[in-house]
């Protein structure tokens, strides 16, 4: 498992949620994969666990004591794990079957069962599912990013090449290129503005 920098970041908001997608989210977890030397861990602590669970309106038990540092590790390693296998699919790769499985593992030691919702095709419901213990948090987020993998248009899956968090593209016209037009987007605007000046005066 690789060692991120503890983010300085604190808890979890909705608005931090870009990802379009539970798996997604769960990716984003980890800031800036894209410099390494930069990536920040921001599943570090339980607040942040509990915090990410709750602005994902799962319903989890009072305070920070369901999750315990095994829990914490399980799903920094899954969430590891599951970025790879969604950069494989942006990228057109076929998964690795050793990743494959340990994500298949996960799900199938869930013990509680998933809410579903959705006409035609079910889809789980996180804000309707209730979290007894964190032993099962790796398993629920393991179903999403089966969920991803085997039923999503991966057309549609995306990394921003800036900071590398991933997203899934419902828009209509399916064009966008950042996590987020305010951050990345802009920054990335600022830097071509920039360029275009200094190579202006050269
Ligand atoms: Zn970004």
Known sequence: ???????????????????GHVACDFANTVSDRVKTNRAEERFASPEQVESWCRSHHLVVPKGTGWISPDHIAALQELRDVGYGLLCKLIEGEAPSAADLSR???????????????????????????VLQSGEDLPGLLALYILDLIYTADRHRLRRCSRCGWLFYDRSKS?????????????????????????????
């Not at 919702?117 to 419901?125: A, C, I, K, P, Q």
């Open 1 to 19: 498992m690789q060692d991120y920098q503890v983010s300085a970041q604190g808890l979890w908001e909705d608005s931090h949620f870009i990802g």
């Open 103 to 129: 994500v298949l593992k996960s799900a199938a030691s869930l013990s509680i069962k998933p809410a579903v919702s959705g006409e035609g095709r079910t889809v789980f419901d996180l804000q309707k599912t």
């Open 174 to 202: 399916a064009r966008r290129r950042w996590c987020s037009m305010k951050s990345c987007g802009n920054r990335e605007k600022a830097k071509r503005h920039y360029q275009q000046r200094v190579s202006g005066f050269s």
